[in-house]
């Protein structure tokens, strides 16, 4: 027996040092201490939103958020609890294909949009809601018009706005919710619909808020736009509605520093677009890396440590980021800032196959193989999430401590 000792006291010194990985790890995060400076009058009612446009199309692969106990929770209450105020919501007119399977990107549907924004009233939360007025992703770079609207006219299409907006609106209605605010297309930089002409933009963006306006007085209607790091061209851009009779409420940026400049470009940018256009300004889309690794075989946007990250990428940095940039906007009279699809994790699955088929099946990832079709090529390669690195959970659904910053921003510690 005696000679056994030595390997059953061996394996369980191992099996306690595996047990006390994962304690070790959690108590590490729990100890974890952020710093956050104060914000001096930080504006009551500042919108500290997230857009987790992607979260129900994870859930549905299996994937699980926990609260900072390391208890499993509704992510919802886990955003509230921390400071969170309301949620932005990405739609999408039609994003699946002829035989009806998700192009990817989170399957975000007026099915998707409901469902997010009943849950977000039950935790008190109030809605963003993104109409990019288009099948799939719609940026700078894409602005495809919905596959039902192809070869109609300028008038046609700015018809169709008007009433898919409405009936988007009453849809909402008929549940009980009203958006707090409702952006007209995303990021619109380089035209709107298929549709490059500011005036024809101009145009369409005007029904929408007329169509919102319709709907109800109350909700705030907010232009996006993306070329940040410029500022002639921001301001050119914000002038040039107005002039055309576009009266937007708010006039909203997005910020990646690895694209859109420095913080301080930023904040005079918005300064100047405020000034000018008598409107309230707000940073729309935002994110921030805490680490370098990825998590999903997916190429993450950002990889390296750019000379234009201007803060740590670890949970401090990240945490600082988020920081300054409410201070940047609170201080130019901003009205609030979203963070960019901070519960985009890596999806279930120990191996790229694995993911590969969860990305398929739930759509849970930026693009779907099904995605072929909308693009009109050959292919489209599955793929998981390009800013995992820049979520506020980590892979495993666990809450970061950067996640904290913002129920710190008015006290700071
Ligand atoms: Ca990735």
Redesign the pocket.
């Known amino acids: 027996m005696r000679k056994y000792l030595k390997y059953i006291l061996m394996g369980l010194f191992a099996l306690i040092s595996l047990v006390s990985i994962p304690i070790s790890c959690t108590i590490t995060r729990a100890n974890y201490k952020l710093e956050v400076e104060r914000i001096d009058n930080l504006s009551k009612d500042f919108i500290l939103a997230m857009d987790l446009s992607s979260l129900e199309s994870l859930e549905r692969a299996g994937v699980e958020y926990h609260d900072f106990k390391g208890h499993k929770r509704n992510p919802f209450y886990v955003l509230k609890s921390v400071g969170i105020t309301h949620i932005r919501v990405r739609l999408w007119n039609d994003p699946f294909d002829s035989n009806g399977n998700s192009y990817g990107g989170g399957a975000c549907d007026i099915n998707n949009l409901i469902s997010l924004s009943k849950r977000a009233k039950a935790n008190k939360l109030k809605l963003i809601l993104d109409f990019h007025y288009s099948d799939f992703w719609a940026d700078p770079a894409n602005q495809r018009l919905p596959k039902t609207w192809k070869g109609i006219s300028l008038a046609e299409k700015a018809h169709r706005l008007y009433h898919y907006t409405s009936s988007t609106l009453a849809k909402l209605k008929s549940k009980g919710i009203i958006p707090d605010i409702v952006e007209l297309g995303n990021e619109i930089d380089n035209g709107l619909l298929e549709e490059t002409d500011i005036i024809n933009i101009s145009r369409l963006l005007k029904e929408g808020i007329r169509a919102v306006n319709n709907s109800n007085a109350s909700i705030r209607t907010a232009v996006h736009y993306a070329s940040t790091k410029d500022e002639s061209k921001t301001r050119f851009f914000a002038k040039e509605l107005k002039k055309n009779g576009v009266d937007y409420d708010i006039f909203s940026l997005s910020y990646y520093p690895n694209w859109h400049g420095s913080m301080a470009n930023l904040e005079y940018v918005l300064k100047k677009v405020k000034e000018e256009n008598k409107c309230q300004v707000m940073i729309m889309e935002a994110a921030y890396p805490y680490t370098l690794r990825?998590?999903?075989y997916?190429?993450?946007q950002i990889e390296s440590k750019l000379p234009e990250l201007e803060y740590e990428v670890s949970y401090q940095g990240q945490a600082n980021f988020i920081r300054d940039l409410v201070d940047a906007v609170n201080k130019v009279g901003g009205i609030g800032i979203a963070y960019w699809e901070g519960l985009w994790i890596k999806a279930p699955g120990d191996d790229y196959l694995a993911m590969r088929d969860t990305w398929e099946q739930y759509g849970c990832g930026i693009a779907t193989s099904k995605a072929a079709e909308y693009y009109g090529v050959a292919n489209v390669s599955p793929q998981?999430?390009?800013c995992?690195n820049q979520a506020l959970f980590d892979w495993d659904g666990h809450p970061l401590p950067s996640l904290r910053v913002f129920k710190l921003l008015r006290r700071g510690n």
Do not use: F, V
């Open positions: 990825d998590s999903d997916t190429k993450n998981g999430s390009a995992d």
